[in-house]
């Protein structure tokens, strides 16, 4: 079992940065894929960015130069580095994890860009 918890989210102008955290409750060095997801009022989650633990990285095309991703496998902690944010990337982000079979998703953190 895994437990992810997300923090960092806010309210932000455009242009503005923000930093997402993901932190698990166990050793995230052996999970198969970590990543982020959001989901807009009205709109299906979508994938924003994934990590294997071969270090392959996916990010979806509307965020790429913007969003990095990244893991440190000491703190078992996932981030997502938000740079010029747009209000089109308002939404909730999920944290994601599949290990042992298993997906597992935290309780999401809700980012809002507006002026």
């Known amino acids: 079992q895994v437990q992810l918890v997300e923090s960092g989210g806010g309210l932000v102008q455009p242009g503005g940065s923000l930093s997402l955290s993901c932190a698990a409750s166990?050793?995230?060095?052996?999970?198969?894929?970590m990543g982020w997801y959001r989901q807009a009022p009205g709109k299906a989650r979508e994938l924003v960015a994934a990590?294997?633990?071969?270090?392959?990285?996916n990010i979806v095309e509307s965020v790429k130069g913007r969003f990095t991703i990244s893991k440190d496998n000491a703190r078992n902690t996932m981030y997502l580095q938000m740079n010029n944010l747009k209000p089109e990337d308002t939404a909730v982000y999920y944290c994601?994890?599949?290990?042992?079979?298993?997906?597992?998703w935290g309780q999401g953190t809700q980012v809002s860009v507006s002026s």
């Open positions: 994601y994890a599949y290990t042992d079979g298993r997906s597992y």
């Open positions: 166990r050793s995230i060095s052996s999970f198969n894929v």
């Open positions: 990590r294997t633990s071969g270090g392959n990285t």
